[in-house]
């Protein structure tokens, strides 16, 4: 009789991710038991709690390097890194999400089943509380991304991706006003995620029938089997650039590099847009994760082989996002394909075969993480009677209306533009960097140009604001709550603090860009 042996399991390890999947799951008893009058203030109090937890938990795990759980994760410098990255991130987000002096009953649906452009639809939208089922469904999506980033074979990732995938595709549906385009949003979203999954879990399978055969090792699909493979197995490389190509479609998709990008500007513009700030900010940190741990430690040995390929679809991306971005009249959709634009930027890093290109893409993710939350932080405060202004011909003389939040706004716009002293120069400048030291030099050439069409809408909605007269149907900006103020304040501190003095961030990027195997 075979005597079963447990793996073993480091808990203190992996303790961010159970700290919010626990949360998660309790507060699903909160929606259960909890009266509903008191729903949103104790779920939102027991999300951010569980977020700042499993930040401690983090930092205090800061020297642990190991794979743990039977092989299933991997606890390293990238990990711990982009674990920190996505719950400040998504403490920042929570916030918006909280907030609910800034539209009665906050940016969400009351109830999630009532039917669109009804009579119930439009009291609703009048002021009733917002459903609470979005923080569980918050915390969900955060304990999948880190698990996401942390996943040291195929399948566990493949578990992590629908774990956060699943509870955005219930977050778009549920905007409070525009119903209609929320749920097209949503439908859209799932969909495409659907075929996206599809794509990387049929790679894995491929990959798997790759690792057969090695000389003393069983197939499978961890990573250091998938690395071993690469250069020992005796299948067919068919089996492996297939493989990897598949795998590639379902992160990139995640990432919203073209031409996988489709879905992002309706679902950026349809989703409640405290939603769209976290899927902006947290979902490309876990993505560009994975991307890193796949291409760095599983495929490594291949890269003469994929980096062409990925280049050609950075600089695909990059093109893109910078002239469809010139076209749009709405201004979620405009950072919709400025986003687009970045994950060009940051697959620059992740072909750098380097750890400075490893540590310049994990900055860029945190610099543009607080930079697209406080923009889209901005976007919920400037609205009318009916919610939102988001079409970029009513922020014209927003700037004689009102100068501060303007003001804010134009910063914004320039960090994104690249302009020197705001994150957003530094970080170009660290994934450009390595990219050119490693001879990626038609990369940054590309990421320049692209750079400088880039600019030109964040430059038109600059001159709209400020040289324009304010009409009649100039919005006005609505008064933050504390909780959006205090998420905007975050934003635009890190804004400026990443671009005026980068270096510790940076050194502490340096410093975990060592992965294990």
Known sequence: MTELKLPSIDYAAIAPILIMLGVALLGVLVEAFVPRRRRHLVQLSLSLLAVLAALVMVVLSADVRRVTAGGALAVDGP?????GTIL?????????????????????VAQAAVTAESADDRQQAEGRNGATEVYPLTSFAIGGMLIFVAANDLLTMFIALEVFSLPLYLLCALARRRRLLSQEAAMKYFLLGAYASAFFLFGVALVYGFTAGIPGRSAGV?????????????ASEVLLFAGMALIAIGLLFKAAAAPFHV????????????????????????AFGALLRV??????????????????????????GAVLAVTQTDIKRLLAYSSIANA?????GVLAPTGAGVSG???????????????????????????????LSRWAGLGRRSPFYAGVFTFILLAFAGIPLTSGFMSKFAVFGPALESGHAWLVVAGVLTSMVLAFPYLRVVVMMWLSEPG?????VAVPGGLTATALMIGVAATLILGVLPAPLLDLATDAAAFVR
Request: some cysteine; proline content about 5%; glycine content about 6%.
């Open 263 to 286: 879905w992002t500007p309706d679902v950026y513009q349809g989703a409640p847009t405290p939603v769209t700030g976290f899927m902006a900010a947290c979902t490309k940190v876990a």
């Open 222 to 234: 961890d990573f250091a089997t998938v690395h071993a493979a690469v250069n020992e197995s005796p």
């Open 295 to 320: 291409f760095h430690v599983a495929f490594d040995q291949a890269a003469w082989d994929f980096t062409p390929v990925l280049g050609v679809v950075a600089v695909l991306t990059m093109l893109i």
């Open 88 to 108: 400040v991130l998504a403490a920042m987000a929570l916030l918006l999400i909280g907030e609910r002096s800034v539209e009665r009953g906050g940016a969400f």
């Open 79 to 83: 990990t711990l890194f982009l674990q």
């Open 344 to 348: 060009g930027y940051l697959l620059v």
């Open 472 to 476: 009649e149907s100039t919005p006005t």
């Open 361 to 391: 893409t994990m900055f860029y993710l945190a610099a543009y993480g607080f930079s697209v939350l406080a923009a889209f932080a901005v976007v919920t405060l400037v609205r009318d009677a009916d919610g939102e202004a988001t079409h």
